[in-house]
């Protein structure tokens, strides 16, 4: 008989300081179908970068049998309210309990995932899953880069896998690699045993990028981790900065096969590494004309700013209005805004038609901070319905659904329109609409990172960027009040 293997996934990033447009600040039941599956509907899976679909690919290639319990996954925003946890966890519960015998269970987490009453709300469902299987089940998750692992989770599993880069692009094959562990713990080929340390470190994005270093030396540091004896997976998260709750923070994790002692060295070896370098993962502010200046020296063009601070997938509104009203007082052109959130002025350029002007009032509505609108009598240049499919390697094969969605351009400055709150991942929606984006000298990306899995290929040169926005990466700006614990480079302390 072939080992049965439980998969499901409830994935949310939550934002402690998120800003919806026109909507309450507590998520619901609702905002967990971005994606929705339930059993069945997981044979389909396994062609996608995603967790879930390299969990399936991961299961079927080591001869195990897929035992799907379900998917559900929510844009990042703010925390979920109490009842709506209760029935997406214990619906997961029930399909795992009318499922039982298993022989393991793999989990997609965030990492970063908080409800109401759970500040670690990823750790909450590790221990109900534990409670449900018993201790003698391997339990295996794995976790985004922006993870913040703590204490509980790390007890409740046999496993904690995290993501390598930024762009996770390796979403699939951590995933492959996690149900590799579980086919080899189910077959008693290998003990898992865990260590796990937290460091209060608040990450810098624009430090995350694994092609880069510092990141890159990082990487090879675990790759050197991974190759010693009887090392099984080696992960650290950079931890998600936004959520503002005590489980903030930067976290190392290596599974050793059956000895406990060695993984301890080893997490407590990685840890001191990365701590001794803590000036490495910090990075201050740039502003837009500044990056703008240092893009021109440069002459590679086009000139990325990547807009962090207004990043729709880390939480943000995505209607700051900055670096928009900065290239068109600036004459800054060809450039585009990508992707500007306001439902209102799509709307309005689809009921306007292609071809025609309209006047519209862009941005700028979610909170004064983003800065006002800006007043654009602009050209319709093509509208749709905002559907399209990732061209990757991030996302490659996830349908986008974008809402109403406007190119809007006026005297060379074009800005995208979209209804839903979304990054900028690749090229694909731009396509979809006509703009040739390797055609500009100025592109703003409301996002920190993915963006470089499409835009990576056709950018002159990019940089990270700070606007007046709710993401900000000037931690010092941030109004936080549940940190809990001192955290560099907030405070220069010196032991972790
Ligand atoms: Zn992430």
Not at 62 to 80: C, H, Q, S
Not at 126 to 148: E, K, Q, W
Not at 417 to 437: K, N, T
């Amino acid at each position: 008989m072939l080992p049965r293997i439980a998969v499901g996934a409830i994935e949310h990033e939550t934002c402690g300081f998120a800003i919806r447009n026109n909507a309450p600040s507590e998520l619901t039941l609702a905002d967990f179908t971005r994606v929705y599956r339930e059993g069945p509907e997981f044979d389909t899976l396994g062609d996608a970068n995603t967790i879930v679909d390299g969990f399936v690919r991961g299961v079927r290639q080591a001869k195990m049998e897929l035992v799907p319990l379900l998917w559900a996954n929510a844009i990042t925003g703010p925390p979920i309210r109490r009842a709506d946890f209760e029935v997406v966890v214990e619906r997961l519960l029930d399909r795992l309990r009318a499922a039982l015998p298993v022989d393991g269970v793999l989990l997609s987490l965030h990492g970063s995932f908080a409800a109401q009453d759970f500040d670690d709300a990823d750790g909450e469902i590790l221990r109900r899953v534990r409670s449900v299987v018993g201790s003698d089940t391997p339990l295996i998750a794995v976790h985004d880069l922006h993870c913040n692992l703590t204490q509980l989770m790390a007890e409740a599993a046999d496993a904690l896998v995290v993501e390598r880069t930024y762009p996770h692009v390796d979403m699939a094959e951590r995933a492959v690699h996690a149900a590799e562990l579980m086919a080899a713990t189910v077959r008693a080929k290998v003990h898992p045993r865990m260590a796990f340390r937290s460091l209060p470190i608040l990450w810098s994005a624009a430090c995350m990028i694994d092609a880069e270093p510092p990141m890159s030396d990082l990487v090879a540091k675990l790759r050197e981790i991974d190759a010693r004896p009887r090392v099984v997976s080696a992960s650290v998260g950079v931890g998600y900065q936004w959520i503002d709750n005590p489980t903030v923070g930067a976290s190392v994790v290596v599974v050793v096969d059956g000895d406990h002692e060695l993984a301890e060295s080893y997490a407590e070896e990685l840890g001191q590494w990365i701590w001794q370098r803590r000036q490495w993962w910090c990075r201050e502010p740039l502003s837009p004309s500044a990056a703008i200046s240092q893009g021109e020296s440069l002459g590679k063009f086009p000139i990325i700013l990547a807009e962090q601070g207004d990043n729709t997938g880390g939480g943000a509104s995505g209607d700051a209005t900055e670096i928009l009203r900065l290239f068109m007082q600036s004459r800054l052109t060809p450039s585009a805004v990508l992707y500007m959130v306001d439902p209102d002025v799509a709307l309005q350029a689809v009921e306007a038609g292609v071809g025609n002007m309209v006047q519209v009032h862009l941005g700028g509505k979610s909170q004064p901070m983003v800065g006002p609108p800006v007043e654009m009598l602009a050209r319709v240049r093509a509208i749709s319905h905002g559907r399209f499919v990732y061209e990757g390697p991030m996302w490659a094969g996830v349908v986008g659904e974008l809402g109403p969605t406007a190119w809007l351009e006026q005297d060379g400055v074009h800005v995208v329109v979209v209804s839903e709150r979304h990054q900028p991942m690749d090229l694909a929606l731009c396509r979809s609409l006509g703009l040739d984006c390797s055609q500009l000298r100025y592109i703003c990306v409301k996002s920190t990172g993915h963006f470089r899995s499409g835009f990576g290929p056709i950018a002159g040169s990019i940089f990270n960027v700070d606007t007046a926005s709710s993401l900000s990466h000037d931690f010092r700006r941030l109004p936080y009040s549940r940190l809990g614990r001192k955290m560099f480079p907030l405070h220069d302390n010196e032991v972790w």
